[in-house]
Structures are given as structure tokens and as C-alpha cells.
T-cell receptor, first 117, second 111 residues
Framework: GAVVSQHPSRVICKSGTSVKIECRSL??????MFWYRQFPKKSLMLMAT?????????EQGVEKDKFLINHASLTLSTLTVTSAHPEDSSFYIC?????????????FGPGTRLTVT | GENVEQHPSTLSVQEGDSAVIKCTYS??????FPWYKQELGKRPQLIID?????GEKKDQRIAVTLNKTAKHFSLHITETQPEDSAVYFC??????????FGGGTRLMVKP
């Protein structure tokens, strides 16, 4: 099956610093990637939709200047959490959708656990 | 936008029993309904999905039913096993675009 990788899997950073998370589709091309945030014992909340070669679409309440998304190629999207604060600590998960017509399935990365101290 | 409600939030069953999780959605344009199993600290794993052109789909011990008129869909797990214990999420999407997730169901299968 299709594989999506995410790096790093775990990161601890100090308040005020920035953290970049990478999401890669390893064996397929993804025109669209999605970024989710998941708090403990909660559901996945969509943060933004990332389309290759265009600006990301952010969900209501998500600050685009704080969560910078770059989808530079058909296999890579990055999420940068700028000036991180403890309330940004969460599990961040990306997913990628295969660009082939007629496929609906999204493939999830393993997630990145961010802890801001 | 789409709103997905999921019930129950927790479900405890005896090994060998069946488990049923129900979801409702609000957007009649949604036509793709996947179910995910998530273990603690892991990624969601697709266990079954259904498109709106069918009413039921089965894969071994797992089945999903869809009622488009009522806008609800359900996950059925038969002959539950301890390894089925996890959090299950339903989701809805329009043609594979953004997924809207339900709140999740914590399933506990007691041996």
C-alpha cells in the first residue's frame, strides 16, 4: 500500500522557537496533503489543506502566519510551527491523497508529537 | 460545512460479542465514508470504507452500512477480539477531499 512518512516523529522545543515537520509520500504522487492536529483523547481536527504549487487553505481558527505550510513538490509538504508556545503542544498528523483519478483514500503519516516547554 | 457525530464515545464488550458504532453526517454532498482504527500514539489506519453508491460493504469480521436518506452509517465488528481494542473514528468526505472526523469511540474488548 501507499506509504506516507513524517519527520521528526517526536520533537521537544523551547517556547518561542520554530519547528518544521516534513510529510512525504514515498511511493505515490500527492497533489493534495492535509495537516491535522490531535489533542490527547480527542479527534483529529483538520488544520489546513495543502495543494502542490499553490497556497494552503486554512480552516477557520487556524492562524496561517503561525502554521506555515509549504507544498513544494508532489511528494513533500512541510508544516512550520512558528514561535511555538506550550499550547501548541500536540500530535500533528499529515495525510496525502493519491493524485490518480477516482481514488478517494487518504494515507496518513505516523504523526509528530510536539512538546513545547 | 460538514458535521459528523459519532456514538457511543466508549464501548465495552466481551470477547466474541459484536460491537456497533454509529455515525451521522450533515452534508448530503458527502459521498465517501471511511472508518479508521487508531492505537495510542499511532497513525489512524483505514479498516474499511464505503462510497455512497453502495449500501453495505463487508470485509471478514468488519462491515459498514450506509443509509444515505437518513445520513447515517455504522461500523459492525463481529466476534470481537482483545486486539480490536482501540479508538475508532468515522469520517465523511466529498469525493476524497477534506475528511471530517467523528469524535471517536474507545472500544474495549474484555477477554
Amino acid at each position: 500500500g501507499a506509504v506516507v512518512s513524517q519527520h521528526p516523529s517526536r520533537v521537544i522545543c523551547k517556547s518561542g522557537t520554530s519547528v518544521k515537520i516534513e510529510c512525504r509520500s514515498l511511493d505515490f504522487q500527492a497533489t493534495t496533503m492535509f495537516w491535522y492536529r490531535q489533542f490527547p483523547k480527542k479527534s483529529l481536527m483538520l488544520m489546513a489543506t495543502s495543494n502542490e504549487g499553490s497556497k494552503a487553505t486554512y480552516e477557520q481558527g487556524v492562524e496561517k502566519d503561525k502554521f506555515l505550510i509549504n507544498h513544494a513538490s508532489l511528494t513533500l509538504s512541510t508544516l512550520t510551527v512558528t514561535s511555538a508556545h506550550p499550547e501548541d503542544s500536540s500530535f500533528y498528523i499529515c495525510s496525502a491523497r493519491d493524485r490518480r483519478v477516482g481514488t478517494y483514500e487518504q494515507y496518513f503519516g505516523p504523526g509528530t508529537r510536539l512538546t513545547v516547554t | 460545512g460538514e458535521n459528523v457525530e459519532q456514538h457511543p464515545s466508549t464501548l465495552s464488550v466481551q470477547e466474541g460479542d459484536s460491537a456497533v458504532i454509529k455515525c451521522t453526517y450533515s452534508d448530503s454532498a458527502s459521498n465517501y465514508f471511511p472508518w479508521y482504527k487508531q492505537e495510542l500514539g499511532k497513525r489512524p489506519q483505514l479498516i474499511i470504507d464505503i462510497r455512497s453508491n453502495v449500501g453495505e460493504k463487508k470485509d471478514q469480521r468488519i462491515a459498514v452500512t450506509l443509509n444515505k436518506t437518513a445520513k447515517h452509517f455504522s461500523l459492525h465488528i463481529t466476534e470481537t477480539q482483545p486486539e480490536d481494542s482501540a479508538v475508532y473514528f468515522c469520517a465523511a468526505s466529498n469525493a476524497g477531499n477534506m475528511l471530517t472526523f467523528g469524535g471517536g469511540t474507545r472500544l474495549m474488548v474484555k477477554p
